[in-house]
Protein backbone atom coordinates (compact mmCIF):
# COMPACT_ATOMS: atom_id res chain seq x y z
CA UNK A 1 0.00 0.00 0.00
CA UNK A 2 1.65 3.03 -1.21
CA UNK A 3 2.12 6.51 1.44
CA UNK A 4 0.78 8.88 -0.43
CA UNK A 5 1.14 11.60 2.05
CA UNK A 6 4.62 12.08 4.01
CA UNK A 7 4.22 13.35 7.24
CA UNK A 8 7.22 15.46 7.94
CA UNK A 9 9.86 13.36 10.08
CA UNK A 10 12.76 14.67 11.23
CA UNK A 11 15.39 12.80 12.81
CA UNK A 12 17.77 14.97 14.95
CA UNK A 13 21.16 13.87 14.37
CA UNK A 14 22.74 12.53 17.18
CA UNK A 15 19.52 12.55 19.36
CA UNK A 16 19.46 9.34 21.53
CA UNK A 17 16.11 9.23 23.58
CA UNK A 18 13.57 11.84 23.20
CA UNK A 19 10.18 12.07 26.00
CA UNK A 20 7.63 11.84 23.84
CA UNK A 21 3.96 12.95 23.99
CA UNK A 22 3.10 9.70 25.46
CA UNK A 23 -0.84 9.54 25.58
CA UNK A 24 -3.50 8.21 23.32
CA UNK A 25 -5.78 10.38 21.36
CA UNK A 26 -7.88 12.59 23.15
CA UNK A 27 -9.83 14.00 20.51
CA UNK A 28 -13.73 13.36 19.73
CA UNK A 29 -13.73 11.05 16.97
CA UNK A 30 -16.24 13.42 14.25
CA UNK A 31 -19.36 12.61 13.56
CA UNK A 32 -20.89 11.40 10.25
CA UNK A 33 -23.63 13.56 10.68
CA UNK A 34 -21.85 16.31 9.89
CA UNK A 35 -23.25 19.01 7.45
CA UNK A 36 -21.92 21.62 4.90
CA UNK A 37 -19.16 19.54 3.79
CA UNK A 38 -17.61 19.62 0.30
CA UNK A 39 -17.32 15.64 0.36
CA UNK A 40 -20.51 14.04 0.79
CA UNK A 41 -19.23 10.80 2.63
CA UNK A 42 -17.13 12.91 4.72
CA UNK A 43 -18.89 15.84 5.56
CA UNK A 44 -17.21 16.83 8.61
CA UNK A 45 -14.42 17.63 6.02
CA UNK A 46 -13.71 21.59 5.75
CA UNK A 47 -11.05 24.23 5.27
CA UNK A 48 -9.24 25.26 8.20
CA UNK A 49 -9.60 22.03 9.84
CA UNK A 50 -6.80 21.27 11.78
CA UNK A 51 -5.87 17.46 12.22
CA UNK A 52 -3.14 17.17 15.32
CA UNK A 53 -1.28 13.77 15.75
CA UNK A 54 1.55 12.13 17.36
CA UNK A 55 5.03 11.17 15.53
CA UNK A 56 7.51 8.64 16.54
CA UNK A 57 10.80 8.05 14.41
CA UNK A 58 12.91 5.45 15.58
CA UNK A 59 16.16 3.14 14.55
CA UNK A 60 16.65 -0.56 15.80
CA UNK A 61 20.18 -0.63 15.10
CA UNK A 62 21.92 -2.75 13.43
CA UNK A 63 19.96 -5.98 12.91
CA UNK A 64 17.86 -7.12 10.21
CA UNK A 65 14.54 -7.76 12.34
CA UNK A 66 11.12 -8.46 11.51
CA UNK A 67 9.06 -5.68 13.48
CA UNK A 68 5.04 -6.02 12.85
CA UNK A 69 2.74 -4.14 15.27
CA UNK A 70 0.37 -5.71 18.18
CA UNK A 71 -3.83 -5.75 18.35
CA UNK A 72 -2.85 -2.55 20.68
CA UNK A 73 -0.74 -0.64 17.80
CA UNK A 74 2.80 -2.04 19.81
CA UNK A 75 5.55 -2.21 18.07
CA UNK A 76 6.21 -6.68 18.37
CA UNK A 77 9.04 -8.16 17.24
CA UNK A 78 8.95 -11.92 15.99
CA UNK A 79 10.55 -13.41 19.57
CA UNK A 80 7.36 -11.31 20.98
CA UNK A 81 9.95 -8.58 22.67
CA UNK A 82 7.81 -5.70 22.87
CA UNK A 83 9.19 -2.08 22.28
CA UNK A 84 8.04 0.95 24.42
CA UNK A 85 8.27 4.51 23.28
CA UNK A 86 10.07 5.19 26.30
CA UNK A 87 12.80 2.73 25.50
CA UNK A 88 14.60 2.98 22.91
CA UNK A 89 18.35 1.90 22.37
CA UNK A 90 18.89 3.71 19.14
CA UNK A 91 18.74 7.06 17.52
CA UNK A 92 14.90 7.96 17.78
CA UNK A 93 12.62 10.99 18.03
CA UNK A 94 8.95 12.18 18.50
CA UNK A 95 6.43 15.33 18.78
CA UNK A 96 3.55 16.20 16.93
CA UNK A 97 2.26 16.82 13.83
CA UNK A 98 -0.42 19.37 12.48
CA UNK A 99 -1.78 19.31 9.34
CA UNK A 100 -4.29 21.92 7.91
CA UNK A 101 -6.80 21.63 5.53
CA UNK A 102 -6.15 25.03 3.63
CA UNK A 103 -8.10 25.08 0.56
CA UNK A 104 -10.98 22.70 -0.79
CA UNK A 105 -11.77 22.49 -4.44
CA UNK A 106 -13.85 19.57 -6.55
CA UNK A 107 -11.89 16.44 -5.17
CA UNK A 108 -8.78 17.67 -4.21
CA UNK A 109 -7.73 19.67 -1.22
CA UNK A 110 -4.65 21.39 -0.18
CA UNK A 111 -2.89 20.21 3.26
CA UNK A 112 0.15 22.23 4.65
CA UNK A 113 2.12 20.16 7.27
CA UNK A 114 4.03 21.50 10.24
CA UNK A 115 5.97 18.88 12.41
CA UNK A 116 7.52 19.47 16.28
CA UNK A 117 9.72 17.19 17.87
CA UNK A 118 10.01 17.05 21.66
CA UNK A 119 12.85 18.71 22.86
CA UNK A 120 12.27 18.59 26.58
CA UNK A 121 15.03 16.30 27.52
CA UNK A 122 17.61 18.90 25.98
CA UNK A 123 15.71 22.12 27.59
CA UNK A 124 12.94 23.36 25.37
CA UNK A 125 9.65 23.58 27.32
CA UNK A 126 7.48 23.43 24.46
CA UNK A 127 7.43 21.01 21.08
CA UNK A 128 10.01 22.65 18.65
CA UNK A 129 9.24 23.26 15.06
CA UNK A 130 11.34 21.28 12.61
CA UNK A 131 12.37 23.08 9.34
CA UNK A 132 9.34 24.94 7.39
CA UNK A 133 6.12 23.40 6.60
CA UNK A 134 5.24 21.33 3.22
CA UNK A 135 2.13 21.37 1.32
CA UNK A 136 0.52 18.89 -0.34
CA UNK A 137 -2.49 18.43 -2.22
CA UNK A 138 -4.42 15.14 -1.97
CA UNK A 139 -7.75 13.05 -3.06
CA UNK A 140 -11.02 13.80 -1.09
CA UNK A 141 -11.70 10.37 -1.21
CA UNK A 142 -8.34 8.44 0.49
CA UNK A 143 -4.90 10.07 1.83
CA UNK A 144 -3.05 8.75 4.62
CA UNK A 145 -5.33 10.69 6.91
CA UNK A 146 -8.47 9.80 5.52
CA UNK A 147 -10.86 7.39 3.69
CA UNK A 148 -13.85 7.66 2.54
CA UNK A 149 -16.03 5.50 4.60
CA UNK A 150 -18.34 3.82 2.29
CA UNK A 151 -14.98 3.23 -0.27
CA UNK A 152 -13.54 1.60 3.15
CA UNK A 153 -16.74 -0.62 3.67
CA UNK A 154 -15.63 -1.79 0.16
CA UNK A 155 -12.48 -2.67 0.40
CA UNK A 156 -11.60 -6.33 0.04
CA UNK A 157 -8.21 -8.35 1.09
CA UNK A 158 -5.58 -8.41 -2.03
CA UNK A 159 -3.16 -11.06 -1.78
CA UNK A 160 -1.70 -9.88 -4.89
CA UNK A 161 -0.35 -6.81 -3.35
CA UNK A 162 0.44 -8.17 -0.45
CA UNK A 163 -2.55 -5.95 1.48
CA UNK A 164 -5.08 -7.33 4.27
CA UNK A 165 -7.68 -5.56 5.65
CA UNK A 166 -9.84 -6.71 8.55
CA UNK A 167 -12.28 -5.24 11.21
CA UNK A 168 -11.18 -4.27 14.99
CA UNK A 169 -11.98 -2.81 17.92
CA UNK A 170 -9.60 0.68 18.40
CA UNK A 171 -9.20 2.07 21.44
CA UNK A 172 -9.04 6.32 20.95
CA UNK A 173 -9.12 8.50 24.10
CA UNK A 174 -11.61 7.33 26.12
CA UNK A 175 -13.48 5.69 23.25
CA UNK A 176 -14.04 2.13 21.79
CA UNK A 177 -14.54 2.66 17.82
CA UNK A 178 -15.48 0.22 15.25
CA UNK A 179 -12.32 0.35 12.79
CA UNK A 180 -10.56 -1.01 9.98
CA UNK A 181 -7.17 -1.89 10.00
CA UNK A 182 -5.15 -2.64 6.17
CA UNK A 183 -1.95 -4.05 6.50
CA UNK A 184 0.52 -4.17 4.40
CA UNK A 185 3.60 -6.75 4.36
CA UNK A 186 6.09 -7.67 1.30
CA UNK A 187 9.44 -8.68 2.54
CA UNK A 188 11.65 -6.12 4.99
CA UNK A 189 8.47 -3.32 4.50
CA UNK A 190 5.60 -3.65 6.64
CA UNK A 191 2.73 -0.59 7.07
CA UNK A 192 -0.24 -0.79 9.33
CA UNK A 193 -3.46 1.66 8.99
CA UNK A 194 -6.06 2.00 10.84
CA UNK A 195 -9.46 3.98 9.89
CA UNK A 196 -12.59 5.03 12.01
CA UNK A 197 -15.41 2.95 10.11
CA UNK A 198 -18.11 5.51 10.61
CA UNK A 199 -16.44 9.01 9.75
CA UNK A 200 -13.34 7.38 7.45
CA UNK A 201 -10.79 9.03 9.76
CA UNK A 202 -7.09 7.22 10.82
CA UNK A 203 -6.75 6.64 14.03
CA UNK A 204 -3.38 5.27 13.68
CA UNK A 205 -0.25 4.58 11.23
CA UNK A 206 2.94 2.53 11.37
CA UNK A 207 5.75 1.82 9.18
CA UNK A 208 8.82 -0.73 9.47
CA UNK A 209 11.63 -1.07 6.76
CA UNK A 210 14.96 -3.00 7.07
CA UNK A 211 17.80 -3.07 4.93
CA UNK A 212 20.58 -5.89 4.73
CA UNK A 213 22.95 -6.68 7.19
CA UNK A 214 25.28 -4.03 8.29
CA UNK A 215 29.41 -4.38 7.22
CA UNK A 216 30.22 -2.38 10.33
CA UNK A 217 29.59 -3.73 13.94
CA UNK A 218 29.11 -0.41 15.44
CA UNK A 219 27.35 2.87 14.13
CA UNK A 220 27.70 5.95 15.62
CA UNK A 221 24.87 7.61 17.48
CA UNK A 222 22.87 9.72 15.02
CA UNK A 223 23.95 7.58 12.06
CA UNK A 224 21.56 5.03 9.64
CA UNK A 225 23.01 2.57 7.86
CA UNK A 226 21.88 -1.04 6.03
CA UNK A 227 21.03 -3.54 8.73
CA UNK A 228 18.78 -0.64 10.76
CA UNK A 229 14.99 -1.15 11.21
CA UNK A 230 13.64 2.02 10.72
CA UNK A 231 9.90 2.44 13.09
CA UNK A 232 7.81 5.32 12.84
CA UNK A 233 4.41 5.42 13.97
CA UNK A 234 1.20 8.26 14.44
CA UNK A 235 -1.23 8.85 16.57
CA UNK A 236 -4.55 10.34 15.92
CA UNK A 237 -5.26 13.28 19.27
CA UNK A 238 -7.70 15.79 18.31
CA UNK A 239 -9.45 17.93 15.63
CA UNK A 240 -10.06 21.84 15.76
CA UNK A 241 -10.78 24.69 13.40
CA UNK A 242 -8.32 27.83 13.15
CA UNK A 243 -9.55 30.62 10.38
CA UNK A 244 -7.30 33.47 9.04
CA UNK A 245 -8.41 36.90 9.05
CA UNK A 246 -8.67 36.42 5.54
CA UNK A 247 -10.68 32.72 5.01
CA UNK A 248 -13.48 34.01 3.45
CA UNK A 249 -11.59 36.65 0.94
CA UNK A 250 -11.13 36.34 -2.25
CA UNK A 251 -7.29 36.13 -3.42
CA UNK A 252 -5.75 39.19 -4.24
CA UNK A 253 -5.42 39.88 -8.07
CA UNK A 254 -1.66 39.90 -8.42
CA UNK A 255 -1.42 36.33 -7.22
CA UNK A 256 -2.23 35.63 -11.09
CA UNK A 257 -0.45 38.58 -12.80
CA UNK A 258 3.05 38.15 -11.04
CA UNK A 259 6.35 35.90 -12.81
CA UNK A 260 8.56 35.42 -10.15
CA UNK A 261 9.50 37.02 -6.00
CA UNK A 262 13.35 37.86 -5.04
CA UNK A 263 14.08 37.54 -2.07
CA UNK A 264 17.25 38.39 -0.19
CA UNK A 265 18.80 37.97 3.25
CA UNK A 266 20.89 36.21 5.33
CA UNK A 267 21.30 33.35 8.14
CA UNK A 268 22.98 33.84 11.74
CA UNK A 269 24.06 32.07 14.62
CA UNK A 270 22.37 34.01 17.83
CA UNK A 271 23.97 31.37 19.99
CA UNK A 272 26.91 32.63 22.03
CA UNK A 273 29.02 29.14 21.11
CA UNK A 274 28.76 30.71 17.97
CA UNK A 275 28.94 34.34 17.84
CA UNK A 276 31.72 34.93 16.08
CA UNK A 277 30.10 33.82 13.03
CA UNK A 278 29.70 36.16 10.44
CA UNK A 279 25.99 36.18 8.35
CA UNK A 280 25.26 33.87 5.64
CA UNK A 281 23.67 35.25 2.75
CA UNK A 282 20.91 33.84 1.41
CA UNK A 283 18.94 33.88 -1.72
CA UNK A 284 14.90 32.39 -2.37
CA UNK A 285 13.43 33.25 -6.09
CA UNK A 286 9.86 32.23 -5.79
CA UNK A 287 8.04 31.42 -9.21
CA UNK A 288 4.41 31.12 -9.95
CA UNK A 289 3.62 27.76 -11.31
CA UNK A 290 -0.21 27.41 -11.67
CA UNK A 291 -3.27 29.59 -9.90
CA UNK A 292 -6.60 28.50 -9.02
CA UNK A 293 -9.94 30.16 -7.52
CA UNK A 294 -8.66 29.67 -4.00
CA UNK A 295 -4.74 28.46 -4.52
CA UNK A 296 -1.81 29.47 -5.90
CA UNK A 297 1.25 26.98 -7.10
CA UNK A 298 5.18 28.20 -6.35
CA UNK A 299 8.42 26.72 -7.51
CA UNK A 300 11.22 28.15 -5.23
CA UNK A 301 15.00 27.90 -5.36
CA UNK A 302 16.94 28.84 -2.14
CA UNK A 303 20.89 29.10 -1.87
CA UNK A 304 23.04 29.85 0.92
CA UNK A 305 26.43 30.40 1.64
CA UNK A 306 27.36 28.85 5.09
CA UNK A 307 30.46 28.89 7.26
CA UNK A 308 32.28 29.56 4.00
CA UNK A 309 30.94 27.76 0.90
CA UNK A 310 27.96 27.67 -1.52
CA UNK A 311 25.80 25.16 0.07
CA UNK A 312 23.79 23.18 -2.62
CA UNK A 313 21.19 25.20 -3.85
CA UNK A 314 17.61 23.27 -2.81
CA UNK A 315 14.50 23.57 -5.06
CA UNK A 316 11.24 23.40 -3.33
CA UNK A 317 7.45 23.08 -4.97
CA UNK A 318 4.66 24.65 -2.38
CA UNK A 319 0.83 25.43 -2.90
CA UNK A 320 -0.69 28.04 -0.82
CA UNK A 321 -4.20 27.84 0.05
CA UNK A 322 -7.08 30.76 0.75
CA UNK A 323 -6.65 29.63 4.36
CA UNK A 324 -3.68 29.14 5.91
CA UNK A 325 -0.79 31.58 7.66
CA UNK A 326 2.01 29.84 6.18
CA UNK A 327 1.60 31.83 2.93
CA UNK A 328 3.33 34.14 0.66
CA UNK A 329 -0.16 36.14 0.59
CA UNK A 330 -2.90 37.87 2.83
CA UNK A 331 -6.26 39.04 2.47
CA UNK A 332 -5.70 43.38 2.11
CA UNK A 333 -9.56 43.55 3.47
CA UNK A 334 -8.55 41.75 6.33
CA UNK A 335 -5.34 43.18 6.82
CA UNK A 336 -6.56 46.64 6.69
CA UNK A 337 -8.92 45.70 10.12
CA UNK A 338 -6.16 44.02 11.95
CA UNK A 339 -4.33 45.85 14.81
CA UNK A 340 -1.29 45.43 17.09
CA UNK A 341 -1.49 43.58 19.93
CA UNK A 342 -4.43 41.40 18.64
CA UNK A 343 -4.43 37.36 19.61
CA UNK A 344 -5.27 35.78 16.49
CA UNK A 345 -4.72 31.97 18.22
CA UNK A 346 -3.90 29.74 20.84
CA UNK A 347 -2.73 26.55 20.01
CA UNK A 348 -3.19 24.15 23.02
CA UNK A 349 -1.13 21.50 21.93
CA UNK A 350 2.12 23.01 20.52
CA UNK A 351 1.48 26.36 22.67
CA UNK A 352 2.08 28.84 19.83
CA UNK A 353 0.44 31.96 20.12
CA UNK A 354 -0.22 33.87 17.00
CA UNK A 355 -1.05 37.70 17.05
CA UNK A 356 -0.57 40.94 15.41
CA UNK A 357 3.33 42.10 16.63
CA UNK A 358 3.56 45.20 14.51
CA UNK A 359 0.33 47.28 12.30
CA UNK A 360 0.97 50.69 10.55
CA UNK A 361 -0.42 52.18 7.10
CA UNK A 362 2.06 50.00 5.36
CA UNK A 363 2.13 46.68 6.83
CA UNK A 364 1.42 44.23 9.24
CA UNK A 365 3.05 41.70 10.73
CA UNK A 366 2.03 38.56 11.96
CA UNK A 367 3.87 36.36 14.77
CA UNK A 368 3.72 32.73 15.95
CA UNK A 369 5.96 31.90 18.81
CA UNK A 370 6.69 29.61 21.67
CA UNK A 371 8.90 28.35 23.47
CA UNK A 372 9.88 25.87 20.73
CA UNK A 373 8.50 28.25 17.93
CA UNK A 374 9.68 31.89 16.54
CA UNK A 375 7.96 32.74 12.93
CA UNK A 376 7.04 36.02 11.36
CA UNK A 377 5.78 37.13 8.35
CA UNK A 378 5.02 40.78 7.30
CA UNK A 379 2.29 41.64 4.25
CA UNK A 380 2.21 45.12 2.56
CA UNK A 381 -0.88 46.17 3.68
CA UNK A 382 -2.60 47.14 0.17
CA UNK A 383 -1.79 43.97 -1.82
CA UNK A 384 -1.35 41.75 0.83
CA UNK A 385 1.74 40.29 -0.48
CA UNK A 386 4.37 38.72 2.36
CA UNK A 387 7.44 41.42 2.05
CA UNK A 388 9.19 39.66 5.18
CA UNK A 389 9.63 36.54 6.61
CA UNK A 390 11.94 35.65 9.80
CA UNK A 391 12.46 32.37 11.87
CA UNK A 392 14.38 31.37 14.70
CA UNK A 393 14.93 27.72 15.42
CA UNK A 394 14.86 27.75 18.98
CA UNK A 395 16.93 25.04 19.93
CA UNK A 396 20.19 26.09 17.98
CA UNK A 397 19.49 29.91 17.53
CA UNK A 398 19.53 29.53 14.04
CA UNK A 399 18.07 32.88 12.29
CA UNK A 400 17.38 33.24 8.60
CA UNK A 401 15.67 36.41 7.82
CA UNK A 402 14.41 37.59 4.15
CA UNK A 403 12.86 40.77 2.65
CA UNK A 404 11.57 40.83 -0.76
CA UNK A 405 13.68 42.84 -3.02
CA UNK A 406 12.50 42.63 -6.59
CA UNK A 407 9.63 40.86 -8.80
CA UNK A 408 8.31 40.55 -12.46
Not at 248 to 267: D, V
Not at 378 to 400: I, V
Request: aromatic content about 8%; hydrophobic content about 35%; overall charge negative.
Amino acid sequence: MPNRHARGFMLPAGLIAVLLFAGRCIGQIPSTEAVGGPSPNNPWLHTGLVISSTWLAAYYPGHATDFKQDEHGDWLGPDGTHLKATDRPGTSAGGITQSVISCIGGKLAIIVTSSYADMRVLGVRDPALQGFPNSYVVNLEETDLWIDPVKLAQMKNDPANHIVIFPVQWKAGNQIVDAMRIVYIKGEHYMDHVYDRRSGLCLHAADSSTGAAPQLKYIAPGEAAAGDTQLSSFEFISLRDVHTPWANEAMPAWTGQFKALHYRGETRFNNATFGGQPPSPITLDVTRQDIGKNWVSLSGETSVFLLGRMQPQKKTLYVCGQDQYASYFAGPAALAKLHAGQVLDTDPLTHVQTTVSQADANSVTIHSSSAGAEVQRTYDRQSGKMTGFSQMDMLTKFQTTIQLQSEE
